[in-house]
């Protein structure tokens, strides 16, 4: 509050006036505070009076999706590693939206986590300054982002799509398609159709094959769409890769409704080694990440980097890349 003060020209007590609801002052002052907190990505410290101590005894983790297998896999694995610690997670969910994650970073900031997990590596402008701002440990996971914020636990979406089209290729198909959402709200599904369009680029393979069909996260339902749309457009596409498991669940299932022998006429590969990906008929080919590690990962880490700021001091910025693998299965 010094801090914003001391940029506004005002005293402490004038920004604590400005910042309550009802507070009594000027419109042009106010105004001249509020640029101060933008600034410097303040965010009102609400248990200043009763925390001496700065030890909220909780960590905050923010994820895209609370029905996907893989995210909760993380948070179970970010929860058994704080497990003993005395600290608690607060989990928050995105739905894919940058804008809903930097309404949550400040609404969790408020309440002075000790540090804080977020998926992926791209953030508004004002919700990066508001994690570089907070004076705790930010670990950024599922990603490779160009630019850390501060501590990476993660992968290469686009190396891991990329290795998957070089799978199938080895496997003898030539006419590869992607299926994908329509935006780039899920940042490491826009990722994987990077990934997808520089392996076609690399191995001069037919381009352009790329189908776009509903809104982040894709669904079964959707897959199915699209896989029509696919070979409606292209023909004599041979093989699919999709953004997930999910989708490709469901390509695969209207290929059988369709008497498209699957790999015969069309081979289908994933994303994420789900469940369904296992238990599918024929088995889906698919990428796999070990999602609770990467949770027990980036709660290990962030242990660590607590305890250092508890003790005065600071680690230096990590960034631990977790591996992937392709997984062959009876669709290719």
Not at 39 to 63: I, W
Not at 65 to 92: H, K, M, P, V, Y
Not at 223 to 243: E, R
Request: with cysteine; hydrophobic share 40%; net charge neutral.
């Amino acid at each position: 509050m010094a801090d914003v003060a001391e940029r506004a020209g005002v005293s402490t007590m004038t920004v604590s006036r400005a910042l309550k609801k009802g507070g009594s002052i000027s419109e042009k002052t106010r105004g001249k505070i509020m640029a101060a907190v933008d600034e410097l990505g303040y965010v009102l410290d609400q248990m200043a009076g009763t925390l001496s101590s700065k030890r909220s005894g909780f960590v905050a983790a923010l994820v895209p999706s609370i029905n996907s297998s893989n995210f909760a896999d993380t948070a179970r694995g970010i929860t058994e590693a704080i497990e003993g610690s005395g600290l608690q997670l607060l989990l928050g969910y995105t739905d894919y939206q940058i804008e809903k994650e930097e309404r949550l970073v400040e609404s969790m900031l408020m309440r002075r986590p000790e540090g804080i997990i977020v998926t992926g590596g791209r953030h508004t402008d004002r919700t990066r300054k508001l994690l570089e701002a907070a004076g705790i440990p930010v670990i950024e996971t599922w990603d490779v982002p160009d630019k850390p914020i501060e501590h990476v636990v993660g992968f290469s979406n686009a190396a891991a799509m990329n290795a998957l089209v070089h799978h199938l290729h080895g496997r003898g198909y030539r006419n590869i398609g992607f299926i994908g959402g329509t935006s780039n709200r899920d940042t490491r599904g826009a990722d994987r159709r990077q990934g997808y369009i520089q392996a076609i680029e690399q191995l001069a393979l037919p381009r352009g094959r790329v189908i776009s069909f509903g809104k982040p996260p894709i669904s079964m339902e959707q897959g199915a769409q699209a896989i029509v749309h696919l070979v409606s457009q292209w023909p004599d596409v041979d093989a699919a890769v999709c953004v997930s498991d999910l989708s490709a669940f469901g390509a695969l299932m209207e290929c059988h409704r369709r008497g498209w022998a699957v790999p015969g006429r069309i081979a289908i590969a994933g994303f994420g080694d789900f469940e369904v990906a296992r238990c599918a008929y024929p088995s889906i080919t698919t990428v796999s990440v070990d999602a609770k590690e990467i949770g027990r990962a980036a709660g290990n880490l962030l242990l660590r980097a607590i305890e250092a700021q508890r003790s005065q001091q600071q680690i230096p910025p990590e960034m631990m890349l977790m591996p992937f693998v392709v997984i062959p299965r009876e669709s290719s």
